[in-house]
């Protein structure tokens, strides 16, 4: 099993930055792909952005791209996400997730779920 902690979420004013993490136990984790997701009041949970085993190939979701990126350090069993330009409509509960599958971008298609971290972005 896999299991999964996120920190790194807190209150920041529109255009701002934050930078979340999340550390994974459990084996071979450096072989999972790694996405993170989000979920607001009263909407579902989207895709956010997902990394290869490898690395080598990133997923965004369109009204993100340029503003987050997503990186892995495999030898520290840690995943990142670093959120710049923050928007209001940011603002959501931040889950990472791990998948043994091949670069899945729904929330079925992962394996195991970290507990989440609220990010807030005031006007």
């Known amino acids: 099993q896999v299991q999964l902690v996120e920190s790194g979420g807190g209150l920041v004013q529109a255009g701002g930055s934050l930078r979340l993490s999340c550390v994974a136990s459990?084996?071979?984790?450096?072989?999972?792909?790694v996405g993170w997701f989000r979920q607001a009041p009263w909407k579902e949970r989207e895709f956010v952005a997902a990394?290869?085993?490898?690395?080598?190939?990133?997923y965004y979701l369109d009204s993100v791209k340029g503003r987050f990126t997503i990186a892995r350090d495999n030898a520290k069993n840690e995943v990142f996400l670093q959120m710049n330009s923050l928007k209001p409509e940011d603002t959501a509960v931040y889950y990472c997730?791990?998948?043994?599958?091949?670069?899945?971008?729904?929330?079925?298609?992962?394996?195991?779920w970290g507990q989440g971290t609220q990010v807030t972005v005031s006007s």
């Open positions: 997730a791990a998948s043994t599958r091949l670069v899945p971008r729904t929330p079925s298609g992962f394996d195991y």
């Open positions: 459990g084996r071979a984790f450096s072989s999972y792909t």
């Open positions: 990394v290869s085993w490898g690395g080598g190939n990133l």
